[in-house]
T-cell receptor, first 114, second 110 residues
């Protein structure tokens, strides 16, 4: 298995632009998580899907952030419009059934908003 | 909601010494406690985990202990090596959610 796949690995954009991050979870995993990591705030859970349904989005910073999971093998995290304070590494992770199971992280997307 | 506190935030040890990182949690319903290691520029990866029905688990040089009464759990690394240098995160999971600690930067000096 290739593990969790994220794209792009690096993204540099200008303030105000739309950014879309993509994630393919491990096949057979039913839970998917989006995290944001910064030096200041550490690792923050943004949103958690189970069986493609958003279960907990309390970590989504504001309306500029949205996430979708149209099927079991694909999820997107969109930021529109982007701001410099959104610069961070965004990780996608998946687990077999629930957060109580081991989470496998993707390689991350390093986002820089100028 | 769950609150996880991790200490210390930084830890420096001499190669061969032991390192201990501690986490406390607030929600007594938490039942799964993983530890992740994140090397510089890489993704967090699970190194060991423990469930609430077990008090201790060991895997070679790494061990985790859990005290459910006191709501704390610890990571123990023995005979540390330079390649153990990384950021270590604990987490506490209740059904439906995992909460991560803020991380501990471990430096092992050769």
């Amino acid at each position: 298995d290739a593990g969790v796949i994220q794209s792009p690995r690096h993204e540099v954009t200008e303030m105000g632009q739309e950014v879309t991050l993509r994630c393919k979870p491990i096949s057979g995993h039913n839970s998917l998580f989006w995290y944001r990591q910064t030096m200041m705030r550490g690792l923050e859970l943004l949103i958690y899907f189970n069986n493609n349904v958003p279960i907990d989005d309390s970590g989504m910073p504001e309306d500029r952030f949205s996430a979708k999971m149209p099927n079991a093998s694909f999820s997107t995290l969109k930021i529109q419009p982007s701001e410099p304070r959104d610069s961070a590494v965004y990780f996608c992770a998946s687990s077999l059934a629930a957060p109580e199971d081991t989470q496998y992280f993707g390689p991350g997307t390093r986002l820089t908003v100028l | 909601g769950e609150n996880v506190e991790q200490h210390p935030s930084t830890l420096s040890v001499q190669e061969g010494d032991s390192a201990v990182i501690k986490c406390t949690y607030s929600d007594s319903a938490s039942n799964y406690f993983p530890w992740y290691k994140q090397e510089l520029g890489k993704r967090p990866q699970l190194i060991i985990d423990i469930r609430s029905n077990v008090g201790e688990k060991k895997d070679q040089r790494i061990a985790v202990t859990l005290n459910k009464t006191a709501k704390h759990f610890s990571l123990h690394i023995t005979e540390t090596q330079p390649e153990d240098s990384a950021v270590y995160f604990c987490a506490a999971s209740i059904p439906g959610k995992s909460t991560f600690g803020d991380g501990t930067t471990l430096t092992v000096k050769p």
